[in-house]
T-cell receptor, first 117, second 115 residues
């Protein structure tokens, strides 16, 4: 079966440094990977999607890479701030025969990021 | 305001007493899902729906039922709740389409305790 794994349960870094979170997957490559942010007691909030044929995607201080050889996606937050402290989730979007999503997602366990002032 | 709403937000119940958690979205989204979130296990999909009257099992459907009679509503039904269904539940919706990000919009969550 398909698995999405975020190896680090927690990551602690100093303010201003770059945070790098890892998402690994097994078996065949997911066509789409998403990254979400979740604050305590709240629902996840979508950040970025990267497609299989995209090596890199950026949004402000966020960068996501997709390495199909390593079966891995990396999520970077540059110039991190204490306000970036949250749980970050990656998710695989399953596609149907027509190449479109049919609503099934598989999430990793999440990585708790703490940025210290 | 575009949103997904869930009710109730908190619920404490006893084993075997049927309950329904409602979910509603105002974005005219085709897809809706239910997830449960447990420490160490992350978010796991219970059921998802591609449109009205079209639903399918996610990864952990046992003990749950859903229905999609209207596009905006997707209630989660626990016919006979058990303590192992104590969890934080999220409803989510998203729009269909190949050019989109398949962004899931999540509700605020329902914390369920079954004693």
């Amino acid at each position: 079966s398909q698995k999405i794994e975020q190896n680090s349960e927690a990551l602690n870094i100093q303010e201003g440094k770059t945070a790098t979170l890892t998402c690994n997957y097994t078996n065949y490559s997911p066509a789409y990977l998403q990254w979400y942010r979740q604050d305590p007691g709240r629902g996840p909030v979508f950040l970025l999607l990267i497609r299989e044929n995209e090596k890199e995607k950026r949004k402000e201080r966020l960068k996501v890479t997709f390495d199909t050889t390593l079966k891995q996606s990396l999520f970077h937050i540059t110039a991190s701030q204490p306000a970036d402290s949250a749980t970050y989730l990656c998710a695989r979007v399953s596609l149907g025969a027509g190449g479109t999503s049919y609503g099934k997602l598989t999430f990793g366990q999440g990585t708790i990021l703490t940025v210290h002032p | 305001e575009a949103q997904v709403t869930q009710n109730p937000r908190y619920l404490i119940t006893v084993t075997g007493k049927k309950l329904t958690v409602t979910c509603s979205q105002n974005m005219n989204h085709e897809y809706m899902s239910w997830y449960r979130q447990d420490p160490g296990l992350g978010l796991r999909q219970i059921y998802y729906s591609m449109n009205v009257e079209v639903t399918d099992k996610g990864d952990v459907p046992e003990g749950y039922k859903v229905s999609r009679k209207e596009k905006r509503n997707f209630p989660l039904i626990l016919e006979s709740p058990s303590p192992n269904q104590t969890s934080l539940y999220f409803c989510a919706s998203s729009s269909a389409g190949t050019q989109l990000s398949y962004e899931q919009y999540f509700g605020p969550g329902t914390r369920l305790t079954v004693t």
